[in-house]
């Protein structure tokens, strides 16, 4: 390199890192995130793509937009409430301030009155029960699906789960519950047809091989037309002939009904019916962080509890503190967004789309996640051209909304109110007229 060669030029990395800028930035991003970001800017001056004089201003830019997570905040703006895509449910603000708190040490298993190892979770457990009086005990492990291959798993041992035809659903991602429940050595015996089965079919299968029996709550379809089921209450007379568990998974998680949901199963129902255990999920209906809730009879649940799986399939103390706050907390921002006033929904349609400039059409929202799959939860939405949804989506902060039709609709329901401002100046960003002041606009 010659004495005029420009590269000479080039701040070195040592002087680069004591800048006090870099040095504070590098306490809570990490030192290797700084030195990467360093010498990716030393790297493009060095091939001549940025001035050496620019190098420093540069790597300050990065720096204080960088986020310590490659996750970043969405508006839903597609009126689905439980968006998988989309991490399931926000939290409620009670939710994320456990969240904070349990980071740190807590006494997630310690008894802090006699300095002894105590029972984990005892605090979601309690809020769960308070929550669902008709379960006797709870416990909480990672997810959903792993509620159900522990109950299967444990109370089948090594006979068959006795299931109907009608049940063996994919529950997305192409991952189906019966090859779940397979997957730990349980068998499945089926039994009735795809869209009738008759408690004769259930009885027909039961015998020296039979484990358990599982209910399952289709979820995200419905069959219709000429069907027949069995409920819980009548599977549960069979359970006692046999004296075999019953074992009833429905996902959503609602832990009593909701009149928005009237075909909704919820858990408090289901055992008062009978089940011995329910498994759901805590991310969707109920509003929590992810999780599978077991709730059922006592000593069911103890045996659950005790078995090695319900060791690889524990949850966190983030989890548990999330949930926790979630069960005993407000209404979750799930549970508003499934209640939230048509009326008001307009009004606060009808304010972006006098600020953007654009029509305000009906626009029905959905439960998502397997909930209620065919409610249309009537509200608005605010009409964009197709065109908009790629810079929405791409935007800071980025929205999502729905296409449909032509057309890319901004739904209001998952959005919280105090963020309508925010999603103006997006949308507004979005149609390349960044920096209008809401009202201003020229039509
Ligand atoms: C969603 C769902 C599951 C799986 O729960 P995850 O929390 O996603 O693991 C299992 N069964 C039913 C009926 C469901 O709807």
Redesign the pocket.
């Known amino acids: 390199m010659g004495a005029d060669d420009p590269r000479r030029f080039i701040p070195r990395t040592d002087r680069l890192l004591s800048h006090p800028e870099l040095r504070r930035a590098g306490a809570h991003l990490g030192s290797d995130v700084i030195g990467s970001i360093v010498q990716q800017f030393q790297a493009l001056a060095r091939s001549g793509e940025i001035a050496p004089e620019d190098v420093e201003s540069r790597i300050l830019a990065a720096v204080s937009s960088r986020q310590v997570t490659s996750l970043k905040s969405v508006l839903n703006a597609t009126g689905v409430i439980v968006h998988t895509n989309l991490g399931r449910a926000p939290l409620s603000e009670a939710s994320r301030e456990a969240l904070l708190t349990a980071a740190g040490y807590v006494d997630v298993e310690l008894d802090l009155v006699d300095g002894t190892r105590s029972g984990r979770g005892v605090g979601a457990r309690e809020a769960l029960l308070r929550a669902c009086p008709a379960a006797e005990s709870a416990l909480v492990v990672n997810?959903?699906?792993?509620?159900?291959v522990l109950a299967t798993t444990v109370l089948a041992g090594l006979g068959e789960v006795v299931i109907s035809r009608g049940e063996l659903?994919e529950?997305?991602a192409g991952f189906r519950?019966p090859d779940l429940i397979e997957s730990t050595g349980a068998r499945l015996r089926e039994v009735g047809t795809t869209n009738r089965t008759h408690l004769r079919d259930y009885e027909a299968a039961l015998g020296d091989r039979t484990g358990c029996l599982l209910k399952?709550?289709?979820?995200?379809f419905r069959i219709s037309g000429f069907t027949a089921g069995v409920d819980v209450h009548q599977l549960r007379s069979l359970a006692d002939e046999y004296n075999i568990p019953l074992v009833v998974?429905?996902?959503?998680g609602l832990l009593e009904p909701d009149q928005m949901l009237p075909d909704e199963p919820d858990v408090a129902s289901a055992l008062e019916a009978g089940a011995d255990v329910v498994?759901v999920?805590?991310?969707?209906l109920l509003g929590g962080p992810?999780?599978?809730l077991l709730l059922g009879r006592a000593e069911v649940i103890e045996t659950l509890a005790r078995h090695p799986l319900a060791r690889a399939l524990r949850t966190d103390k983030l989890t548990l503190a999330a949930l926790e706050a979630t069960v005993s907390g407000p209404v979750t921002p799930v549970v508003a967004a499934l209640h939230a006033d048509p009326a008001r929904l307009r009004e606060r349609t009808e304010v972006l789309a006098e600020a953007v400039g654009c029509a305000v059409v009906e626009h029905d929202g959905r439960v998502g996640?397997?909930g209620g799959p065919d409610v249309p939860l009537p509200g608005w939405a605010a009409q964009l051209p197709q065109s908009v949804a790629r810079p929405l989506r791409t935007g800071d902060p980025p929205v999502l909304p729905r296409v449909h039709d032509g057309a890319c609709l901004v739904d209001l329901r998952c959005v919280p109110e105090d963020d309508d401002e925010q999603l103006i100046a997006a949308v507004l960003a979005a149609l390349g007229r960044a920096g209008e002041t809401p009202g201003t606009e020229s039509r």
């Open positions: 997810n959903g699906a792993a509620a159900l659903v529950i997305g519950l399952v709550h289709p979820s995200n998974d429905l996902g959503s498994t999920s805590g991310d969707k992810q999780a599978g996640g397997g």
